[in-house]
């Protein structure tokens, strides 16, 4: 299975941080964020990896390079502007290949062991989520989750994680360099039951301002309680 990292927004939250260094290249625990994943991605198993980018892409491609120093092959799939996620997606599909793989956020953080993940989908499904506990910015969540069933509402409604696997034909409806949104393609898979989901309890971090950088970059150095 191969693997996405997502890199390609501004961060314009993280500002001034990102006004000349893109996000994933932001550094905590004594390395990049997008790092932490090529690392971990490694770990799982993985051998190829595709990492879009816009903003300030040619720093990702001048750190990261061809990917050997990891284990891996990183291919590159530019946007001359952000596309949205399910945008940049559909534009890397003909890197991706036409089997199901694996979506990661570049701006999260998390101890989420992917090698489990590639075997998830059923035959009927077209993602597969990640979904983890609410954090404060964002309470109340964005989808269902009962009995390991994903839901548009439901009493206990989880954050979706970053972390998803995907069959190239959700994307179907997008064209190469539209920009598109992903929420609205999960929750039609929702509603026509092609959308599986699990719980993560492990360590997870949307790094989306200074303040939760800096946090985590704490709690890293200050290691396991």
Do not use: C
């Not at 284990?71 to 997606?89: C, F, K, V, W």
């Not at 199901?100 to 998830?120: E, R």
């Not at 696997?165 to 539209?178: A, C, E, S």
Request: glycine letters at 12%; charged letters at 20%.
């Amino acid at each position: 299975m191969k693997a996405m990292i997502l890199a390609a927004g501004r961060g314009e939250r993280m500002r001034p941080l990102t006004d000349h260094t893109p996000k994933p290249l932001l550094e905590v625990g004594g390395k990049a964020l997008i790092i932490w994943h090529l690392e971990r991605l490694a770990d799982a198993g993985f051998n190829e990896v595709v990492i879009n980018h816009a903003h300030l892409g040619s720093q990702i491609e001048a750190a990261l390079g061809n990917g050997a120093r990891w284990g891996l092959s990183i291919t590159y799939s530019p946007e001359q502007a952000a596309l949205e996620t399910a945008g940049g997606i559909a534009n890397a599909l003909p890197l991706l290949g036409d089997q199901p793989f694996l979506v990661v956020n570049g701006d999260v953080f998390t101890d989420l062991d992917f090698a489990h993940l590639a075997n998830v989908l059923s035959e009927t499904q077209l993602a597969y989520l990640v979904l983890v506990d609410n954090p404060p910015q964002h309470a109340n969540g964005d989808f269902g989750f009962d009995d390991g069933k994903l839901l548009l509402e439901g009493e206990k409604r989880l954050t979706f994680s970053g972390v998803a696997v995907y069959r190239p034909q959700l994307f179907n409806g997008i064209m190469r360099g539209q920009v598109a949104k992903l929420a609205p393609l999960l929750k039609e898979a929702v509603m026509r039951e092609q959308a599986g989901a699990e719980y993560h309890s492990g360590l997870w971090h949307d790094i989306g301002t200074p303040e939760r950088l800096q946090a985590l970059g704490q709690q890293l150095r200050a290691g396991p309680n």
